[in-house]
């Protein structure tokens, strides 16, 4: 008789014991799902950038992260990448295109707010050869060097990147694009053009001025006159209500930081900024 009052009160404390856990850890769980539900998601935006301003973007998105409290979350590659993949329906908020052509696609293809398309930065097109090149004899004025260049000339593919249609553009308009095409390396976006000079895979390069200004990797042997191809660098917002897209747009744009950040990393802003606290 003992035995079984124990067993029948040991039965009863264990269910006591387990009733309690499971009706703490409902508590619990009821209250976690209700702050959750209370608590608004943390706010972001979705910028896509030509991989050229990589370095820039960068920093101006931790800038505006610190500053806004607001998370930018960066797809970097060619501007024909960006532009393709939009097309196919990805989630965009911002578009910083290389050049004018690929934010028309985007244009004619998504919802992109066509009043809000505006020329943010100015570059230039360097002509590099790797660091180590003894020196070589160049003019601008004379095509000698297009006609006895032996080796590969790297740049960004001349039919989508950007950087690689304005070499194009810039070669053709000096007369030394029958003598280079041939000997074209055509990489992927202008980091990748960038790349194979400094590794000493191709001879020689033109790429963006911004890119290289500091770099111990090349050197520089011509600056190409900007009037020679397109304007450089568009943005963009897109039509789908994201208030946070036209803010960031417009810190870009008009904030002395952001101008700043720009200058820094060898760019110049095409629109002049506001003065701080102005």
């Known amino acids: 008789m003992k035995r079984i009052v124990q067993d029948g009160l040991f039965i009863f404390l264990f269910i006591v014991i387990t009733f309690a856990i499971w009706m703490q850890f409902t508590f619990v769980s009821s209250r976690s799902e209700s702050v959750s539900a209370t608590e608004p998601p943390p706010k972001s935006i979705v910028v896509f950038a030509a991989a050229g301003t990589t370095a820039a973007m960068q920093d101006i998105a931790s800038l505006y992260e610190r500053q806004r409290g607001i998370k930018v979350q960066l797809n970097l590659a060619s501007s024909a990448v960006l532009a393709k993949q939009i097309e196919a329906g990805a989630d965009w908020d911002v578009f910083i295109s290389a050049n004018r052509q690929w934010m028309n696609y985007v244009l004619e293809h998504k919802s992109l707010d066509a009043n809000s398309v505006v020329n943010l930065l100015k570059d230039q097109l360097a002509l590099i050869v790797p660091a180590d090149t003894n020196d070589t ?122 101008a700043e950040s720009f200058k820094h990393h060898g760019f110049e802003t095409a629109i002049s900024p506001k003065p701080s606290g102005g």
Not at 163 to 169: E, L, V
């Open 137 to 258: 004899i160049f003019s601008i004025d004379s095509p000698s060097f297009a006609i006895n260049f032996k080796g590969q000339l790297s740049l960004g593919d001349p039919t989508s990147v950007p950087a690689g249609i304005y070499a194009k553009q810039t070669l053709e308009k000096l007369g030394w694009w029958q003598y280079l095409s041939d000997k074209v390396i055509p990489a992927g976006d202008v980091v990748a053009a960038q790349r194979y000079v400094e590794a000493g895979q191709c001879q020689a390069g033109i790429v963006y001025l911004s890119g290289v200004k500091n770099s111990s990797k090349v050197k520089i042997l011509h600056i190409f006159d900007e009037t020679l191809h397109d304007p450089i660098y568009f943005i963009a917002v897109t039509n789908n209500g994201c208030d946070q897209g036209k803010l960031f747009l417009d810190f870009l744009t008009s904030s002395a930081e952001a």
